[in-house]
């Protein structure tokens, strides 16, 4: 890209500060050509940007905030899907509601800044999906500190919000087996022995969703 060229303007959207804290660091780096103008923890979105990357950290769909009304913000130029989960069914229901690209959290970033650049150019843009994603490691979510991977993240925070196993694996596209692996892991990370003890230690440590604009965001410091 020319270094003459005006950087494009990103909004990020998820409910967990956390998790947009750390991908706006991530773009940070490449602040010459990818500015974060606007991060909102499941607000609209108020300012006209270039293209919006939705987070899709542990958001369930009755919940989370509508992908289709985020397309048709007249503020989102471009909408972008950023998540782990490269499900076909995903995919094809993105597209369907009219997304512009739908990227993967193990992208490196000059990798993820350079898809966002060709979105904004016009084109649709699907990374390759893998067998087994692993998320780029300068990203954070909830119970990092503590051990859990984010896969395990996002399932507890989706037992924090109070979906049952059915219900998570229908949001996550996994078998009932599978979530109750990533369950009995996570319950051993975390020292609960009951799902109440883990909603009350997903309470306390930051699974519980935000509802703000974060503001004071100062790329770089």
């Given amino acids: 890209m020319p270094g003459t060229r005006k950087p494009i303007t990103v909004a990020l959207v998820d409910d967990y500060d956390v998790v947009l804290l750390g991908v706006a660091t991530i773009i940070d780096q490449y602040r010459e050509r990818v500015v974060v103008a606007e991060i909102d923890t499941n607000r609209p979105v108020v300012e006209p940007v270039d293209v919006v990357l939705y987070d899709s950290f542990a958001q369930p769909e009755a919940d989370h905030y ?6 048709r913000n007249p503020n989102a130029r471009r909408v972008v899907v950023y998540t782990w989960n490269f499900h076909p069914d995903l995919v094809a229901k993105a597209r369907e509601q009219g997304v512009h690209g739908y990227l993967s959290k193990a992208l490196p970033a ?20 893998s067998g087994r994603v692993r998320p780029n490691s300068s990203l954070d979510w909830p119970g990092r500190a503590e051990g859990l991977t984010a896969r395990e993240s996002e399932i507890l925070a989706l037992i924090t919000q109070g979906l049952n196993n059915a219900e998570i694996a229908t949001q996550a596209y996994l078998s009932p087996n599978t979530v109750k692996s990533y369950i009995r892991s996570l319950y051993g990370k975390i020292g609960a022995e009951s799902r109440t003890q883990a909603v009350l230690w997903g309470v306390g440590n930051g699974f519980v969703p935000d509802h703000h604009r974060i503001t004071n965001w100062r790329g770089g410091s």
Avoid at 66 to 71: F, S
Avoid at 118 to 124: I, P
């Fill in 110 to 129: 000059r990798e993820l800044v350079a898809s966002l650049e060709r979105v904004h150019a016009g084109e649709f843009v699907v990374s390759e999906a």
């Fill in 66 to 71: 509508d992908l289709g009304e985020l397309v």
